[in-house]
């Protein structure tokens, strides 16, 4: 899947910005905690009264890693002057997660917040500004050892049905009927990330519960076909064909390896 690009990257490169001002950012071949790291962005005060109905709506919904009690907490704790804010206007703790460490980053005008899930040492990074996207991203330490790709194997197979949602194709789904404004997943060398991001309450926290279900009791473990399907395997339309190597990755990378921009990049 592809990367960030236009617009739609400003939200990833604030977030990655502002965890860089606050010393957690990942760099290349970092550790991140065993849990992954998880990122989520709030509305300022412009958008308070979606974002107090969505909040209502959340409640009813199951509360993953407690993202979406931080996420609410936080968008309701930001006034109209964001720069107001202090830490003490900030959830101290929600669904065992505790803050850490909380900063104003002046170049993107937003408030960043560090909390860290007392059991298991996940960190969740909260930004609150006043962007009418409201973002959120699952980011796990895949470090790779050799080129076999499978790290990126494993980000198209989990988004390939899951427990709660347990469809075909639940992301091809996702975009033909979500509010989305961002929608995707990518492979970096030391990790791998699944972002999203909706101005919808009630559709980015439907997003988020489709995508922390997906990362976390993904179908594909248990069944091997997803693995085959997209990763590779034979096929044969009839006895006299050639024997020819078929995968969605292996056909998207097929792609890029013949590309000569791809290659002069490389």
């Known amino acids: 899947m592809g990367a960030l690009t236009g617009q739609r990257m400003a939200s990833s490169v604030a977030t990655q910005a502002s965890a860089r ?7 290349p071949g970092a550790v991140v905690p065993r849990a992954g790291r998880l990122a ?3 509305l300022g005060a412009a958008a308070a009264p979606a974002l107090r109905q969505g909040a209502a709506a959340a409640r009813r919904l199951s509360r993953p890693l407690g993202v ?3 996420a609410s907490a936080s968008a309701a704790a930001a006034p109209a002057a964001a720069k107001a804010l202090t830490e003490a206007d900030m959830p101290k703790a929600a669904h065992g997660f505790e803050l850490q460490r909380h900063q104003f980053v002046r170049e993107y005008d937003s408030h960043v917040c560090l909390y860290r899930h007392k059991k298991t040492g996940a960190e969740l990074i909260s930004v609150i500004n006043g962007d009418e996207n409201k973002t959120f991203g699952a980011v796990f330490r895949t470090p790779v050892g050799d080129s076999t790709g499978i790290p990126h194997i494993l980000e198209h197979s989990v988004l390939c049905g899951s427990r ?3 469809i075909k194709e639940p992301f091809v789904e996702l975009m033909k009927g ?3 404004t961002f929608l995707n997943a990518f492979t ?3 990790r791998t990330c699944y972002p999203v991001a909706s ?3 009630q559709d980015f926290y439907n997003l988020v519960d489709v995508y922390l279900d997906a990362v976390l009791h993904p179908r594909c473990v248990s069944d091997e076909k997803t693995f085959q399907q997209e990763g590779w395997h034979y096929e044969l339309d009839s006895p006299e064909d050639e024997l020819t190597f078929k995968g969605v990755v292996f056909n998207e990378m097929k792609g890029v390896y013949s590309s000569p921009d791809s290659m002069f990049y490389r």
């Not at 001002?21 to 760099?27: D, E, H, K, N, W």
Request: aromatic residues 8%; charged residues 15%; proline residues 12%.
């Open 188 to 190: 970096y060398p030391d």
């Open 164 to 166: 709660k949602y347990p």
């Open 68 to 70: 979406r009690a931080l």
């Open 199 to 201: 101005t919808n309450t």
């Open 21 to 27: 001002a606050l010393g957690v950012a990942p760099r």
């Open 178 to 180: 979500s509010l989305n």
């Open 40 to 42: 989520s962005s709030a």
